[in-house]
């Protein structure tokens, strides 16, 4: 199977789904975009355990107790620091005197602190890690959910096959909206949120109810 072929196809469920078999109506550029939010939305939606394919690791040492933010980063789901991978909790900016004025917020290289910040010099948002050492080059692993590329005719989606039932639901939602069609649009937007709901309750614990697959899907 080619790149881009997984894509392909989804497309043409798209279609089948709307009614629009042929690009005369809807082009394949307008369901790309349809799909790739949808897949931003599902990485951004589900609960991190579903989705395995989208949580890589990155690895480092900080420069003055700092380092830089993946470009694709969506969302952190740990920061390990020091050779012993001690979890940095996460600290709030606007309570960032407290670690160094509250007795009982004692950063250290056991008990590490992190925070972010737009960093002006960097031009963008930089990892701030206090372990009451401003100097610190200590090594980090940085455990994070990405931001999914967008698909096209050439780029499959990097979400799962399992997910791609969801990714179409949402797709059909926003061309139904983008027809003027608003009773379908709420009506599939519905079944997409309850269909993530489930999801979420599966990977969380909450519940154990399966998803109903559309056709095409694999997995479960």
Known sequence: MAAGDITDALVDRVRNRIGEPSKQGVLDEEIHAYLSFAQRDIAMRLNEAAIPELTPVTSGSLSSSRATLPSDLQRIRVLQVGTNGYPARRWPVVWRDALSNNSLVNPSAEEPYYWLWYNTTAAAVVLNVEIDDATSTADYDLHYVETP????????????????????????????????????????????????????????????????????????
Do not use: F, I
């Not at 109903?212 to 694999?218: C, H, L, Y």
């Open 149 to 220: 590329a967008d698909v096209d005719t050439d780029t499959d989606p990097q979400l799962s096959t399992r997910w791609h039932g969801l990714m179409v639901d949402l797709a059909v939602a926003l061309a139904r909206s983008a027809k003027g069609e608003w009773g379908e649009y709420d009506r599939v937007r519905r079944k997409y949120l309850s269909r993530a709901r489930v999801q979420n309750n599966r990977y969380s614990g909450r519940g154990l109810r399966a998803l109903d697959e559309e056709p095409g899907d694999v997995g479960g």
